[in-house]
């Protein structure tokens, strides 16, 4: 069987989708491109892809509702490929849940090794979910599965807790990393993985994402904790059952 993966390109700039179908296909990747966001979503219909590259400027729907909705599918990753290079466009991209947003213009070679990573953490991610050896996290009175990429359980006293929430992938990945490493520091660049850019807030807006689900109190947070200058925390201790 084979093992190429699939990569739908969304961008209403042809030239945009021949240069990076290009590259991807040079790669090794399958690659489908489509200049509107109707024509995606009839693809979609049809097939998925295991990666969406999207641009935020499509002539006929709001790029960030676009994302947003590709996030919603847990079996896909996103990256978002814009000109706007604002700090909001960031921020409101990776907290819909993007996996990576990169701006025009690029540098194709950085587009293939962001790709690489992000399939390089997906086929971890899969390995874990795998059910013959998938296990429970347990700390601080949740219990999380990585293998739905639910949590359930709760804090006692909290209000919203107990009702339980669904991750994405991107916020799933950020508490593997940190379940694994419990009562450790791990650093930004761990966090970061091999990414390419140094831009980072990433990191900071996804951990702010996890916190609103795992912390009573996500502006004063006591499960993960800021070590400033340096990294994140877990602070709880982590049984898998």
């Known amino acids: 069987m084979s093992e190429r993966r699939l990569i739908y390109i969304i961008d209403d700039e042809r030239d945009i989708c021949d240069i990076v179908s290009r590259e991807l296909g040079a790669y090794g990747f399958d690659v489908e491109t489509f200049l509107t966001g109707a024509q995606l979503k009839k693809a979609l219909s049809v097939r998925s892809p295991d990666l969406c590259i999207v641009d935020l400027g499509l002539p006929d729907m709001d790029g960030i509702e ?14 978002i490929l814009s000109g706007r290079d604002s700090i909001t466009d960031r921020v409101l991209g990776l907290e819909l849940g993007a996996d990576d947003y990169i701006v025009k213009p690029f540098i194709p070679r950085e587009l293939i090794a962001r790709v690489n990573s992000l399939f390089r953490r997906l086929k971890k991610n899969t390995h874990e979910n795998d059910t013959s050896v998938i296990k429970i996290a347990q700390f601080a009175g949740w219990r999380y599965d990585p293998s739905t990429l639910t949590l359930s359980g709760g804090l006692s006293g909290d209000s919203d807790a107990g009702e339980g929430a669904e991750f994405s992938s991107a916020e799933h990945e950020l508490l593997m ?15 970061l993985g091999e990414r390419v850019s140094p831009f980072d807030r990433s990191i900071d807006v996804r951990m702010s994402r996890v916190r609103k689900k795992i912390e009573s109190n996500p502006k004063h947070p006591t499960l993960i904790k800021t070590v400033y200058g340096v990294g994140y925390i877990l602070t709880a201790d982590v049984e898998w059952v």
């Open 66 to 79: 676009l994302v947003k909705s590709l996030c919603e599918q847990a079996n896909m990753g996103v990256v």
């Open 177 to 191: 990393l940190l379940l694994h490493s419990p009562r450790k520091i791990l650093s930004r660049d761990q966090l």
